[in-house]
């Protein structure tokens, strides 16, 4: 008995959630009613005071979600890195072979990441995203330390491995965040990139050819390419 009521709150838990993404970022936190959020689900308005003691606990909980299922999408190429990451910073030198060694797990990560951004899931979240980035609010941090942050950190620490000697630890954030930012363009900008290309969507053969060029960029910013090279 338990284990069912249990599923069926579950259930409950991540439609409100789903629903409530979708309305905070069409209509923002104050535009989006308990009502609303809760007839999207389907869902009884109560429930929310219920699971989540109201509509900023279920705010909260929405960031906390989309900083849990970037962590998920990023999980393998995480790991994958960390698991050379020690080698890398141990080595006393950094020898062309490592550098492309380090790019390969940085172009790796940033990938995955332009794989998530222009995934049809997260077209529902953008505008709730792009709110808190402008005007961040107390559950900023449920998406930061959730999702971004340990993405920025990897990316920094591989950055600096390659670059050691040659860029300070800020510097190196500072690449980093310039890097994401490009990734980050092709969910905020998409539509004006869709009719500056030409393009009706960003289907497989598009796709290709944005991580193609993203991993040139990459290659070109940390010197494992020459830029005036075909």
């Known amino acids: 008995m338990g284990d069912g009521r249990d599923e069926r709150g579950a259930a409950v838990r991540k439609r409100l959630v789903e629903a409530a993404i979708a309305s905070f970022s069409e ?9 609303l959020i809760a007839e999207r689900a389907e ?5 929310i005071s219920y699971h989540f003691a109201g509509k900023e606990g279920l705010y909260r909980a929405a960031m906390r979600h989309i900083g849990e299922r970037l962590r998920e999408k990023m999980r393998p190429a995480y ?3 960390q698991a050379d990451l020690s ?7 950094v ?3 490592l550098v492309e060694e380090i790019v390969e797990h940085i172009s790796s990560i940033v990938l995955a990441f332009l794989d998530f951004m222009v995934d049809e899931e997260t077209a529902s979240w953008a505008g709730m995203v792009v709110r808190e980035q402008q005007q961040p609010t107390e559950s900023f941090d449920e998406l930061y330390e959730n999702g971004i942050s340990a993405m920025v950190q990897l990316l920094a620490r591989l950055i600096w491995v390659a670059e050691r000697g040659r860029r300070s630890r800020q510097d190196c954030l500072l690449q980093t965040v310039s890097i994401l930012s490009m990734v980050l363009t092709f969910r905020v900008s998409r539509e004006t990139i ?3 290309l030409g393009w009706k969507d960003i289907h497989t053969q598009q796709l290709h050819r944005i991580q193609d060029h993203l991993r040139r960029n990459i290659r070109i910013l940390l010197g494992a390419e020459n830029p005036d090279e075909s």
């Open 27 to 35: 209509r923002g936190f104050e535009g989006a009613s308990t009502r």
């Open 43 to 47: 869902a009884n308005q109560a429930l």
């Open 79 to 81: 790991e994958a890195a």
């Open 87 to 93: 080698r890398f910073e141990a080595s006393a030198e």
């Open 95 to 97: 020898p062309q072979a």
């Open 194 to 196: 869709l009719r500056d």
